[in-house]
């Protein structure tokens, strides 16, 4: 194998792995798993302050005695929502046991079903289906919610030389990945008699009024690439709001986690090896505070004459994007992260880790088209290589 590992911009170690790197925790169904899996939590309990002896404090006393003896159980939990397997995990506190941890779960798995009736295409009465719907005939005001992905989708168009760009939905039905698999691409007149109609900037939004309108009847966007993001932060702060301060949420390849594990460890998530096989990673990244998410062309993929085809389109060819493998975005939330890894993927790993360089906070895992694995300043002591990746088609 003729992999290198790049971290930054400077060749190191090209010894050490020899493939490529790539990225997101699997879950139990096509979706990443769940972070992986810690030792019990440590049973030395919580500290409490018994000082008082009055009377009217033997009651404090005794709760703070029942604190001491407090062990934190892990607690799991899983559902489906926006199209995609949902897990989540979190350990109990003195005051949020399992049983009002799980019902934290179905409140947070809720919260992501509200935000995908806002924002899917599969109802036509979500607020992206009425904007689809008057494409080239009129604005439509949408909720403070959707107005707000809409604006940031735009932007990352703007920061990424348009690779990031809803209006890729302008194809649809032209590549078929998902439940219509279909291992028959689309030919290039067909493809570019939409890419005429494709492009952020047919997209017009009034701030005023909370209206965004498609300027061409032929335009159509879909939040596909960023509205999974959005929703698992979304349902992070309901679990907060539950009082859980140590958890993960995971909706497919997207992952956020709040805080450390009882044992002062860090959440940790693996890097799946793009060519292993399924739930097989190579390393792993620990996570507090971080959003985790994964761009990869083997999810929603198939091979035709030695040829991968995949669900990530550069929306400048209308093809699918052939610069990487595998990119792993790490980032302060699931929001930034599910927005980036895509345009990072089309970019390619030197134009994606300047875009990574440039935004607060953004590190990135990068496995090129030669299996080249690329690794960002902010991630360089942080990732931990576990095994050699497969190479392959």
């Known amino acids: 194998m003729n992999g290198v590992l790049r971290l930054g911009t400077a060749l190191v170690g090209a010894a050490l792995l020899g493939a490529a790197l790539v990225g997101c925790p699997e879950a139990p169904t096509a979706a990443p798993p769940p972070p992986l899996p810690s030792p019990p939590p440590s049973a030395t309990g919580i500290h409490a302050d018994l000082l008082a002896d009055d009377a009217g404090a033997r009651g404090a006393g005794k709760e703070a005695a029942r604190a001491a003896a407090f062990v934190p159980e892990r607690v799991h939990g899983e559902g489906k929502a926006m199209g995609t397997h949902v897990a989540f995990a979190a350990y109990t506190t003195p005051t949020v046991d399992a049983a009002k941890a799980r019902a934290a779960f179905d409140a947070a798995l809720a919260e992501i079903r509200r935000v995908e009736a806002l924002m899917t295409t599969w109802r036509p009465d979500s607020e992206v289906s009425r904007i689809n719907a008057a494409a080239g005939k009129s604005a439509v005001t949408v909720g403070d919610e959707t107005f707000a992905v809409i604006k940031e989708s735009v932007h990352t168009s703007e ?190 790993p030197e134009k994606g880790l300047k875009l990574v360089e440039s935004i607060d906070g953004v590190g990135a895992v990068i496995v090129d088209a030669r299996n080249n694995v690329w690794v960002s300043k902010r991630l360089q002591g942080k990732l931990e290589i576990v095994g050699v990746p497969t190479d392959g088609i």
């Open 159 to 348: 920061i990424s030389e348009g690779t990031f760009d809803i209006t890729f939905h302008t194809l649809h039905g032209l590549w078929k990945f998902d439940e219509d698999l279909d291992p028959h691409p689309p030919t290039d007149k067909e493809i570019k008699k939409r890419l005429a109609f494709l492009g952020w900037r047919n997209i017009k939004l009034d701030d005023a009024s909370k209206s965004v309108m498609l300027t061409k009847p032929e335009t159509q966007i879909s939040l596909g690439g960023i509205a999974k993001g959005y929703a698992v932060d979304k349902a992070a702060k309901v679990l907060e709001s539950a009082g859980l301060v140590s958890f993960f949420v995971q909706a497919g390849g997207d992952l956020f986690a709040r805080g450390k594990k009882p044992d002062g460890s860090d959440w940790q998530a693996g890097i799946r090896d793009p060519r292993g096989k399924e739930g097989q990673f190579f390393a792993k990244l620990p996570l507090s505070d971080h959003a985790f998410s994964t761009a990869g062309d083997y999810e929603r993929s198939y091979v035709v004459n030695g040829k991968r085809y995949h669900h990530i389109i550069d929306p400048r060819s209308g093809q699918p994007a052939t610069a990487c493998r595998s990119v792993t975005i790490w980032a302060p939330d699931a929001f930034i992260a599910d927005a980036i890894d895509d345009a990072v993927f089309i970019l390619g």
